[in-house]
């Protein structure tokens, strides 16, 4: 049956709006880019490298020690989020080891790269696919595993805001009440039944409420983590008090995945540089250069090479399962 001019004009119609919101969402991350560069240039352009050397040279290696350290538990507790999402969606046909595995190696790449959605997504499946797990519930695991990471954010958010921190002037405590409320009245909706969201073919299930108290407890641990990996680089002369850093670092983290900059390269130092003051910002430069190898490279690095060896030992068996059959 030949196809109507007025249905091709229909479905022309109904996809320009998504293919407009696609293209301006891309402007306006590139716009974001764009002035974090021009910003950071400037704040760079001001600082003297002699200082930037010297600050260098009196990083205290127990420091990187205790960022290196907190980088690890950050790192198991995002795996630990695979863990739970795949024994929610796909039970024992993946082994907790194997979710782990996953869990690290994503989010160790995913860090560096960006675009977590597409990087992460796709790197879960080459792990899960071993295991025969489908495209669909691979999917599932990806929401469930970004539901933590989200609850992790709001738990930490949430906590901050009600310990007062100096950057809310006085008026934090009454959102972070407010935040507080939801989360625990989300837990509510959560334990009545099982809860399920469609979208388009697939059917994403919530968490029941136990796994979602976890999600929050894991989540916090891990931003809290993350945040610590920075937060011990700082000379003690500058750093201030940890709940005032908190809002700083999780709102460049924001800004960072909203920008879609490989690890929210740029936005992240650009934000976190003007929230603080011109005479320490060679000191914070040095922090934030040790941070982005301890917290960023590092665990890039043994990512791409556990995946390697995976794919190596991989291809060997399944050459091996192949002359068996034969």
Known sequence: MPHRPDQQDSTTTAA?????????????????VGAAVWILHRYLSQIAWRDVATAWSQLPAHRIAYSIAATAISIAMLALFDVLAAHSVVRDRVSAGLAAFAGAVTQGISN???FHAITGTALRYRIYATAGVGAGDTARIVGLAGLGVGLGFAVVITGALCWQPAITHGWGRLPGIVLCVLLVALLAWLARRPRTLRV???TLAFPSAG??????LIGGVEMLAAISALYVLLPA??????VDFLPIYVGAVLAGIISHSPGGLGVFETIMLAAFPAETRADLLVAMVCYRVIYSLLPFMLASAALAVFEIRQR???RSAQLDGG
Do not use: D, E, K
Request: aromatic share 16%.
């Open 211 to 216: 796994i979602a108290v976890a999600q929050m």
């Open 200 to 202: 388009w073919r697939w």
């Open 112 to 114: 560096t790269l960006g």
């Open 237 to 242: 002369s500058m750093a201030p008090p940890f």
């Open 16 to 32: 320009s709006p998504t293919r407009w919101l696609h293209i301006l969402s891309w402007i306006g991350c590139l716009a974001i």
């Open 316 to 318: 060997r068996y399944n």
